[in-house]
């Protein structure tokens, strides 16, 4: 048998490259190599440097792109751009997709440690003047929260802790709470926002990714498929995903691969695998819309609505 160089230089000699151009493979974090394909399957990828055939996992390529070429591929790392919307406090995106590796390492920043006395869950910011999203029962009669922002320095992320952090608004029955850090202690720190998606875009069978802190575990990535994406549950539309969310992850963000919010990560199903829920962007988006409406009152925590007994049934 022969030896795997062996193989790789038999490979060289028998089977000459076909003449494609030159390609640049992005392996993610500042690593890159430039070759000929000269073969491929589900796993692997075989390179022809000019000297030697390279061996590289497909799953290690974030970006692929003709040299010399100005767009890349579907594979593009997410190259594009957020936008503020005018008058708005959410981002749209306008990104290629992406391997769920190269959107983490663009979004990441984005997704936020929310603490309040005695529990914890996640959150995401979405306008730099310090707005950030969570989930109501996250916060819920709470007034002393704490954000914790990671911010990438060269290879390792950096906290930085918020106290005093506003309650701006909230809406328990959709299960949305809006957090601002106040302006004066922001001081001009940066912040990351994450873009909330165009519903329109969401696919069945399309593969999503979550981030947050389970169990209080910083930036916890899970992935998967989005199972359905208007699951009905106590008269609230849900998208039911595979990608794990346990406790901590409430409030996070559910990504498609193009890094823009889908959904907030809200609940599962205890003991069972794969029956995750999200609230849909659209929701998320009319919370935001009409904040105002749900305003939040220090001194009225339940600010907004009361729930009403119905009639019981006549016998």
């Known amino acids: 048998m022969l030896t ?6 038999s490979l060289s000699i028998a089977d000459p490259p076909p003449p494609f151009g030159l390609e640049l493979f992005d392996l993610g974090e500042g690593r890159s190599v430039t070759g000929q394909l000269v073969k491929e399957n589900s796993e692997t990828l075989f390179l022809d440097l000019g000297y030697t055939i390279l061996e590289v996992p497909r799953k290690e390529v974030v970006a692929r792109s003709l040299v010399g070429e100005t767009k890349a591929d579907e594979a593009g790392a997410g190259k594009g751009s957020a936008q503020t919307v005018e008058g708005k406090i959410w981002t749209h995106g306008e990104f290629a997709e992406a391997s769920v590796r190269a959107c983490t390492e663009r979004v990441e920043s984005g997704v936020v440690l929310v603490k309040v006395p005695g529990a914890l869950g996640s959150g995401f910011v979405v306008h730099p003047d310090g707005w950030i999203v969570t989930n109501a029962h ?4 709470e ?5 914790t922002l990671f911010q990438k320095s060269s290879k390792e992320f950096e906290k930085k802790v918020f106290d005093k952090v506003q309650l701006v608004a909230i809406n328990p029955y959709w299960d949305l709470a809006l957090l601002r850090i106040p302006k004066e202690k922001l001081e001009g720190y940066p912040l990351s926002p ?3 998606a165009d519903m329109g ?10 981030v947050g802190n389970p169990l209080g575990l910083e930036r916890s990535v899970s992935e998967g498929i989005v199972s359905t994406k208007n699951r009905a549950n106590s008269g609230m539309l849900y998208i039911q995903t595979t990608a794990a969310i346990n406790p901590g992850n409430s409030g996070g963000p559910l990504f498609n691969l193009r890094g823009e919010v889908v959904g907030v990560t809200t609940w599962g199903f205890l003991g069972t695998e794969g029956l995750n829920f999200a609230i849909p962007a659209s929701t998320l988006i009319a919370f935001l819309e009409n904040r105002d409406a749900f305003a939040f009152d220090k ?5 907004g609505y009361r729930y009403l007994e119905p009639p019981r049934k006549q016998e």
């Not at 996250?138 to 009669?141: P, S």
């Not at 007034?143 to 954000?147: C, D, G, K, L, P």
């Not at 875009?201 to 979550?210: H, Y």
């Open 138 to 141: 996250v916060v819920q009669g």
């Open 201 to 210: 875009r969401l696919s069945v069978g399309e593969s999503v990714f979550a």
């Open 4 to 9: 795997p160089i062996c193989l790789l230089l």
């Open 299 to 303: 001194d009225q925590p339940n600010t």
């Open 143 to 147: 007034q002393e929260i704490t954000v």
């Open 194 to 196: 994450v873009p909330i």
